[in-house]
C-alpha cells in the first residue's frame, strides 16, 4: 500500500443507463460524511437523455474546487463511447484503469497513457446479485480503493434510496462485492486521515447563487430556460415560493429582464439568470436599467461561445460581453465568484450592490462552478438588511435623478402619494423630465458615474493570498487551480501571491495597485481564447513592467499543473 | 358606472409636461380618455402605474400624475407584467402603439393575453410607425406607399383582435380616439375586468396618415352586445372590419394569480446542503 494521499481524483464513465451519476453523487456524499472536501463534475455525450456519462470526482483533506492534474483511478462499467471524454479524464502512469473483461479492451488512448489496468467483471457480479446493479459494485470498488470506511459508503446509498432512508439489499450487497474487489487491488489510493471536522455545505454552485440571491433580498426572479443556468432557477423556483416570492418563466430573455426590471421598478428586489446568448439578448435592457437607475441582478453562467458554442461546457468569454456589452456610457457592476461557495456570497453582493447604487450588476459565474456539486465550508450567511434608498413624502417637488453627491438619489416605490415620476430610458433632467438639454445629459452621465466611483467597495473586491514578487491574477473558476499552482510554487521555492478579482466593474485600480505592490511579474490566468481580462486590466490601470498571459478557452478547466510549471519556468528564465 | 368617489377630476391625472405630439394627434384624446377612465374608477394617481414601450403613443406615462415607466420598444408588456406580479395591488396599465406592441413586441403580446396577467393593454393604432416618420406597421394596409416601402409592402395586415382572442386575452375591445368618452367607458371597463384586458384604440396620426381623418366616418358601434363565448366573439371578430367600436369579448377566465404566502424562514433552505 502507497503512503495516503491528500487528494485523490477518480472518474466513473459508462453508457446511458448505467447510473454512473447516482454512484458519483453516493460517493461525493460518502466522502462528505466521512469527514473529506470533495467535489464531483460531470460530463455527457451529446444525447439529451441518456447516452455515455462520466462522474468526476475529487476527494481531498483540503477544500479543493477545482480539478487535479490527473486522475487516480478511471473505472469504466462499459466502453461505449466513454473515449469521447479523454481529453477530460487526464491519466498518468501513476493512475489505474478498471475495466470489465466482459466488455472488451479499454481504448487505445486509455492504454496508451502507461497507466496499470485491472480487470472486475461488473456485470457478473451484479448480476449474481438478485437486483444488484454495477454501479453499485463500481461504487463500492471506488470507495475500497480510497479507503473509505464501509459505513460511510453504506450511510450515502441509504440516503439516496428511495425507500426513505433505506438502504436495499441488493445494493448493499454489491457495495460490498466492490470493496471485495478493492481489497483484492490494495487500497492504493488510500486517502490521509480527514481534517478536522467543522461545519459544511454540500452544494451545487447555481445552488450557492440562489440561496445568495435570496439572503440578498431577491423575491422576484424571470427567467428563460438556458444551459448550464437552468438549475439555478430550477433551485430558485420552489425556495422563492417558501419565502413569498414568485419565480415567472418568461417567453424570452427580452421578457425576463423586462419583467425584473418591472418588478425591481415596483420596489421588489429582483433577479434572472441566463447564460451567454441570453445575456446578449439583455443587452438592450440593461442600458435601461441604467437610464433608468433600476436596480437588477443578472447571472451569467457562462457556458462556451459565440453562439451556442459547447453548451454544457465551461468557458470565460462573457467578460466583455458583461463589461462593454451595453450601448450608451453605460456603468454597471460586475461581480465574479471565485470560488463555489463564493457563489453564494458574491451573488448576495452582487444584489446588495445593485440595490445600494440603483444600478444592473451582472454576476459571471461559469459552468464548472454552475453544475459542479462540492463539499465547502459552511458559509456565513445573514439576511441583507434592505439597500435601496428610497425617498418618503417631505412636500418637496420630488426629483427622482437628483444630483447628489453620491450620485445616488432616493427612488420612490409606486404607491406612495406625492411622489409619482415616470422612470425613464430617455435621457431626462433631475426630475425625470426627457431632455435633449446637453447639460442634462452630462449632469446625468456623471451622476451615474460618480455612483460607481465614489462608492467604497471595501475589501471583498478581490482574495489576495501569500506574499512574493510573481503574483497570479485571475478571476473566477480558474482562482481554484491558480491557488495550488501558487502553494506548489512555493515547495519549489518560487513565492508567489495570488489576486483574485472579485469586483471585475466598477475598476479598483488603487486597490490593485496595493495589491501587486512589490510584484515585479504578473501572470495573467483566463479561460478565453482572446485574453479579454488582460486586455480589461491593460486599459483600467498600470501593471507591473513584465507581464505574461496564460490563457486558453474552454472546455477544459484549468488544472494546477499548467500554471504551476509556468510560474516555475518563468521564475527560473 | 358606480365609482367611489375620490373626488379627484380628469384633470388630477394629467401632468404639467406639454406632450411631444403633433397637434391633432389621435394620442391627445387617448391620454384624455386615460385621464377620465382614471377619475370614474375612483383611483388615486399613486395607485396606478402606466407602462409604456417607444414610439409617439408610448410617451404617455410621463403626461400622467401617476407612477410611470417607458422602457425600452417593444419590452411594455413584460416590464408591466413584472410590476403586476411583483405589486398585484397596484392598477398597471400598458399603453403604446402598433409598431411597439404588434411588431418588436409581438411575442410579448402573445404571452400576455396568454398569461392573463391583470393589466390593462392600450394599443394605440395608427397603422404607421409615427416616431420613425412614416413607416408601415404589422397594421399597415398593403398597398400604403411609403419611403420605405415604395408601392406598398404587398404584406396583409396583422389582426390584432383576432391573434388576441387566440392567444386567450379575458377582454377585448376595441375603441377611437375620436370619441374620448366613449373610449374611456372602454378603459374603465377594461381595467374592472380581472386579466389581461386588451383594448385597441383607432387613434389617426395626422401627420403621416392625414387620410386618417376619414376614420370618424367609418366607424360605429358594434351592432352586438358582448359575448363571454370565444366561439362567438372569434366569428365576430374574424369577419369585422376593423372599424366596429365596443366590447366585443369579455372572457371569464380566472387572472394569473402565483401563490405566495411566506412559509418559511430564510435559513430552512440551507438545510439541503447542510451536511
Ligand atoms: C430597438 C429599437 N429599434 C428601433 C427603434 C426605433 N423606433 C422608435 S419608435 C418606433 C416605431 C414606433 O411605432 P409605433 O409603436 O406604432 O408608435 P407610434 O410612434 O406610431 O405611436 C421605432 C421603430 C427603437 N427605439 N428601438
Ligand atoms: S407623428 Fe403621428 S403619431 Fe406621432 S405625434 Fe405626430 S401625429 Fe401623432
Known amino acids: ?573 | 358606472m358606480n365609482a367611489p368617489d375620490t373626488g379627484l377630476a380628469p384633470q388630477s391625472f394629467k401632468s404639467d409636461i406639454k406632450p411631444v405630439w403633433c397637434p391633432g394627434c389621435g394620442d391627445f384624446s387617448v391620454l384624455a380618455a386615460i385621464t377620465r377612465a382614471l377619475a370614474m374608477l375612483g383611483l388615486r394617481p399613486e395607485e396606478v402605474a402606466i407602462v409604456s414601450g417607444i414610439g409617439c403613443s408610448s410617451r404617455i406615462p410621463a403626461y400622467t400624475t401617476c407612477y410611470g415607466f417607458h422602457g425600452v420598444h417593444g419590452r411594455a408588456l413584460p416590464a408591466a407584467t413584472g410590476l403586476k406580479i411583483a405589486r398585484p395591488e397596484l392598477t398597471v396599465i400598458v399603453a403604446g402603439g402598433d409598431g411597439d406592441g404588434y411588431s418588436i413586441g409581438g411575442n410579448h403580446f402573445l404571452h400576455a393575453c396568454r398569461r392573463n396577467v391583470d393589466l390593462t393593454y392600450l394599443v394605440m393604432d395608427n397603422h404607421v410607425y409615427g416616431m420613425t416618420k412614416g413607416q408601415p406597421s404589422p397594421t399597415t394596409e398593403p398597398g400604403w406607399s411609403s419611403k420605405l416601402a415604395p408601392g406598398g409592402t404587398g404584406v396583409r395586415e396583422f389582426h390584432p383582435l383576432v391573434v388576441a382572442l387566440a392567444s386567450g386575452a379575458n377582454f377585448i375591445a376595441r375603441g377611437f380616439s375620436g370619441d374620448p368618452n366613449g373610449c374611456a367607458r372602454l378603459i374603465a371597463e377594461a381595467v374592472r375586468h380581472p386579466g389581461f384586458s386588451f383594448v385597441e384604440i383607432l387613434s389617426p396620426c395626422v401627420t403621416f396618415r392625414p387620410d386618417q381623418r376619414a376614420w370618424k366616418d367609418l366607424v360605429r358601434p358594434a351592432p352586438v352586445e358582448p359575448t363571454d363565448d370565444p366561439a362567438r366573439a372569434a366569428r365576430r371578430l374574424m369577419t369585422d372590419d376593423g372599424f366596429n367600436l365596443g366590447i366585443l369579448y369579455k372572457g371569464r377566465r380566472a387572472p394569473y394569480a402565483p401563490a405566495r404566502e411566506p412559509r418559511t424562514a430564510l435559513a430552512e433552505l440551507a438545510k439541503e446542503f447542510a451536511l
Not at chain 1, 89 to 103: K, M, N, T
Not at chain 1, 485 to 511: E, M, N, T, W
Open chain 1, 1 to 573: 500500500m502507497s503512503s495516503p494521499l491528500a487528494s485523490v481524483s477518480v472518474a466513473l464513465a459508462g453508457s446511458g443507463g448505467a447510473g454512473v451519476m447516482t454512484a458519483g453523487n453516493m460517493l461525493l456524499e460518502a466522502l462528505a460524511r466521512a469527514g473529506y472536501y470533495g467535489l464531483m463534475t460531470r460530463s455527457s455525450g451529446p444525447q439529451i437523455r441518456g447516452g455515455e456519462s462520466v462522474a468526476m470526482v475529487r476527494a481531498a483533506t483540503f477544500p479543493a474546487d477545482g480539478p487535479d492534474d490527473r486522475f487516480h483511478v478511471l473505472v469504466a462499467i462499459d466502453w461505449q463511447n466513454v473515449v469521447r471524454f479523454a481529453d477530460e479524464i487526464p491519466l498518468g502512469p501513476e493512475s489505474l484503469i478498471v475495466g470489465d473483461p466482459a466488455q472488451g479492451e479499454p481504448p487505445e488512448h486509455f492504454a496508451r497513457c502507461g497507466a496499470r489496468f485491472a480487470s472486475v467483471p461488473f456485470k457478473a457480479i451484479a448480476k449474481a446479485i438478485a437486483g444488484g446493479w454495477p454501479n453499485m459494485v463500481a461504487l463500492g470498488l471506488l470507495g475500497g480503493l480510497m479507503g473509505l470506511a464501509r459505513e460511510a459508503l453504506e450511510a450515502a446509498v441509504a440516503r439516496a434510496s428511495r425507500k426513505g432512508g433505506e438502504a436495499s439489499e441488493a445494493n448493499l450487497a454489491a457495495l460490498r462485492a466492490g470493496l471485495a474487489e478493492a481489497a483484492k487491488l490494495g487500497a492504493a489510493f488510500a486517502l490521509a486521515a480527514p481534517p478536522a471536522r467543522t461545519p459544511r455545505w454540500l452544494v451545487t454552485g447555481n445552488e450557492a447563487a440562489g440561496y445568495g440571491a435570496l439572503a440578498g433580498g431577491v423575491r422576484f426572479v424571470a427567467a428563460y430556460p438556458i444551459t448550464p443556468a437552468t438549475e439555478l432557477l430550477e433551485w430558485m423556483a420552489p425556495a422563492l415560493a417558501r419565502l413569498g416570492g414568485t419565480l415567472v418563466q418568461a417567453e424570452d430573455e427580452l421578457a425576463s429582464i423586462n419583467m425584473i426590471l418591472g418588478a425591481s421598478y415596483g420596489g421588489v428586489p429582483a433577479l434572472t439568470a441566463t447564460s451567454g446568448p441570453g445575456l446578449a439578448l439583455m443587452t438592450e435592457a440593461l442600458g435601461l436599467g441604467v437610464a433608468a437607475e433600476i436596480p437588477i441582478v443578472v447571472v451569467d453562467v457562462m457556458r462556451t461561445g459565440p453562439s451556442t458554442g459547447i453548451a454544457t461546457k465551461t468557458e470565460q468569454a462573457d467578460l466583455n460581453i458583461a463589461l462593454y456589452g451595453l450601448h450608451g456610457d453605460a456603468p454597471h457592476v460586475v461581480v465574479a465568484p471565485n470560488s463555489l461557495a463564493d457563489c453564494c456570497a458574491a451573488t448576495q453582493w452582487a444584489v446588495e450592490l445593485a440595490e445600494a447604487l440603483q444600478v444592473p450588476a451582472i454576476v459571471l459565474s461559469d459552468q464548472y462552478f454552475g453544475q459542479a456539486r462540492g463539499v465547502v465550508e459552511r458559509p456565513v450567511v445573514r439576511e441583507s438588511a434592505p439597500r435601496r434608498l428610497t425617498a418618503q413624502p417631505d412636500g418637496a417637488a420630488y426629483r427622482r435623478y437628483a444630483l447628489t453627491p453620491s450620485g445616488v438619489s432616493p427612488m420612490a416605490i409606486p404607491g406612495t402619494p406625492g411622489l409619482a415620476y415616470t422612470a425613464d430610458g430617455l435621457e431626462h433632467n433631475e426630475r425625470g423630465t426627457p431632455s435633449s438639454q446637453p447639460a442634462d445629459h452630462l449632469a446625468q452621465l456623471e451622476k451615474r458615474a460618480r455612483k460607481l466611483e465614489a462608492f467604497d467597495c471595501g475589501e471583498r473586491w478581490a482574495s489576495v493570498e501569500g506574499e512574493g514578487e510573481i503574483a497570479v491574477l485571475t478571476f473566477g473558476s480558474p482562482t481554484a487551480a491558480a491557488r495550488e499552482a501558487v502553494v506548489r510554487a512555493a515547495a519549489d521555492g518560487v513565492r508567489a501571491r495570488l489576486v483574485s478579482v472579485r469586483l471585475l466593474s466598477p475598476a479598483q485600480p488603487a486597490r490593485l495597485a496595493q495589491a501587486l505592490a512589490g510584484v515585479e511579474r504578473v501572470l495573467v490566468v483566463e479561460q478565453n481564447h482572446s485574453g479579454q481580462f488582460l486586455r480589461y486590466l491593460r486599459s483600467v490601470c498600470a501593471l507591473p513592467r513584465e507581464v505574461a498571459s496564460l490563457r486558453r478557452p474552454g472546455p477544459l478547466p484549468f488544472r494546477p499543473g499548467e500554471i504551476h510549471r509556468r510560474l516555475v519556468e518563468w521564475s527560473r528564465a
